[in-house]
């Protein structure tokens, strides 16, 4: 039986994780930085301990003090939530060590999925489609050269240690070869401290489409059906939703037997997922597999009806899964937007700092999973990511009305966020009508761009009105009100001749 789990991460996964728990009636435990003090999983966890500076590498990354906190609060499990150490294979071998349950899968799985080229022959083994490219690192460039002119321009150079979308470069004419293999060489080594990259046949007209697993440590494990992550920019999602607009019947039930397999080639047990590239014509490969909870998870909880944190803590404390696969259906629609401190208007720049307001939206078939407050200041040192936002209706245009409805209604102020940015998506075209891959955002750009204009025409003409009010009141020699004067405004409003309108 777990009693009490140590949740090592921050925000609102690890908030998320701590509603299941509480749920379920176990103690949550959080853990915090430096910059986290005010942090809202802080104030949610049942006990909360301090485990070092801001930077991840010294508080949130730091092993020891994490083993530490689980054994001076009396946690019989871990829960790493995503990123930091949730697929970090010697965190889970140490809790397995310290008799510590870690609420992920074993430093084998980890191991084998969370290094590409590994993983990549595993899944031939297992007859899983890969994509067409090599298995072996890239030691000789112009072996290399050979090797990409055999399989056909484009390709990808990928890191094999790659995530996050680092470490990956596509390739179109033969004189980036060099220098796109030493790049991405170069980033793989600074970011993972592992340079091997391989090469990959590049998907023309790619769907990004993953298979939800769960495997109990019993050799039982099942599929939830699909996510469709196409919406991305750089590679890295940022709408996700489900079912997938271009999934058939007969692909969806022949993908989920390879997720299933492709899982079970590793022991897998706990929640997983098996991210598959999707052509036109629905030829599907196998990309990799994320051995740890997944970001955009709740479409899933929504459309199937399941909570994953549940699951993954009855599968980490050795209970049988009760889901069965052919009791399993989709109902209706739901799609996530990730929603950022940054700024969509000046190339996604971060943008963090103190919230000033914020409305969240609330109404029928809405979920938000955030965990930043009025008067909150957000941190820089850690992923721009506030909140995830998520809604479902039985269709899939009811479904884009409503996220239109609700992005309408969650308002921030303070800082600059991602919410005009997913408006704009959700009038995209090729979006309405479910009929978009991989390149949505870069090519609907002037799409985009058109209704930044707009928005600025709309600028413009609030400076004209204000530049025309301005001259009217010189010429009336009344003393007009800086537009930006910082003071009060109720204040001004009651000084009825300095009163501005617009
Ligand atoms: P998802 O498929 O769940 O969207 P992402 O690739 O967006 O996964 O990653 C989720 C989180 O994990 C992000 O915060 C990201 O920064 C982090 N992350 C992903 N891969 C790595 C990695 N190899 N090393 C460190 N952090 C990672
Ligand atoms: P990461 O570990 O960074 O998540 P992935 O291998 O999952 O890396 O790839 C991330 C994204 O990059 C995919 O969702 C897809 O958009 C793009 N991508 C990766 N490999 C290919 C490929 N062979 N062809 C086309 N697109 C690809
Ligand atoms: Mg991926």
Redesign the pocket.
């Known amino acids: 039986m777990i009693k009490k789990i140590l949740v090592a991460n921050r925000g609102e996964i690890a908030i998320r994780v701590m509603r299941s728990c509480r749920e379920m009636g176990i103690k949550s435990v959080a853990v915090f930085s430096e910059a986290d003090r005010t942090s809202m999983h802080v104030r949610y966890a049942d006990e909360a301990y301090f485990i070092g500076p801001a930077p991840s590498n010294e508080s949130y990354l730091v092993i020891d003090n994490i083993i530490e906190v689980a054994r001076k609060s009396g946690a019989d499990a871990i829960h790493p939530g995503y990123g930091f150490l949730s697929e970090n294979a010697a965190f889970s071998e140490r809790c397995e060590k310290e008799g510590i349950l870690f609420i992920g899968p074993t430093a084998y799985a980890i191991n084998t999925m969370g290094d590409k080229i590994t993983a990549r022959k595993k899944m031939q083994s297992a007859n899983v489609p890969v994509?067409p490219g090599t298995i072996e690192p890239i030691t000789d460039l112009d072996e290399a050269v050979e090797t990409i002119k055999g399989i056909g321009l484009p390709v990808?150079i990928?890191a094999s240690a790659?995530?996050?979308?680092?470490g990956?470069r596509l390739v179109s004419k033969e004189e980036d070869i060099v220098p796109s293999v030493s790049s991405a060489k170069s980033e793989a080594k600074a970011s993972f401290g592992n340079d091997a990259v391989y090469i990959?046949?590049?998907?023309n007209s790619?769907h990004?489409i993953e298979f939800q697993i769960l495997a109990d440590k019993h050799g039982n494990c099942i599929h939830l059906f699909e996510r469709e992550?196409s919406v991305?920019r750089r590679?890295q999602k940022v709408v996700e939703e489900t079912p997938s607009p271009i999934m058939t019947p007969e692909v969806r039930s022949e993908m989920g037997k390879h997720a299933v397999a492709a899982a079970k080639a590793v022991d897998y047990a706990g929640a997983g997922t098996i991210?598959f590239?999707v052509d036109d014509d629905l030829n599907y490969y196998f990309?990799?597999m994320n051995t740890r909870l997944q970001v955009e998870h709740p479409i899933t909880e929504r459309v199937v009806s399941v909570d994953l944190v549940k699951e993954q803590i009855k599968i980490a404390a050795g209970e049988v899964l009760q889901l069965k696969q052919d009791k399993l259906q989709q109902n209706g629609h739901a799609i996530e937007v990730r929603i950022y401190a940054e700024d969509p208007d000046n190339n996604f720049m971060p943008s963090p700092g103190l919230i000033q307001h914020i409305s969240e939206p609330l109404g029928p078939g809405v979920r938000h999973d955030g965990y930043v407050y009025e008067g909150y200041e957000i941190p820089m040192y850690y992923d721009p990511m506030i909140s995830k936002l998520i809604v479902w209706a039985p269709t899939r245009p009811e479904a884009i009305e409503r996220m239109k409805r609700a992005l309408y209604a969650y308002k921030i102020t303070g800082i600059k966020t991602s919410i005009p940015f997913l408006n704009r998506i959700m009038e995209v075209p090729s979006f309405i009508q479910g009929k978009y891959n991989?390149h949505i955002i870069q090519d609907n750009q002037e799409y985009l761009r058109r209704k930044e204009n707009k928005s600025q025409k709309l600028k413009d003409i609030v400076a004209i009105a204000a530049f025309v009010d301005y001259l009217k009141k010189l010429e009336k020699h009344e003393k007009p009100i800086a537009e930006n004067n910082n003071g009060s405004n109720w204040k001004n409003c009651g000084r009825k001749k300095n009163l501005v309108r617009l």
Do not use: R
């Open positions: 994509v990808m990928k790659g995530g996050g979308g680092k990956m990959e046949k590049y998907i790619p990004h992550c991305q590679h991210e590239i990309l990799e991989t």
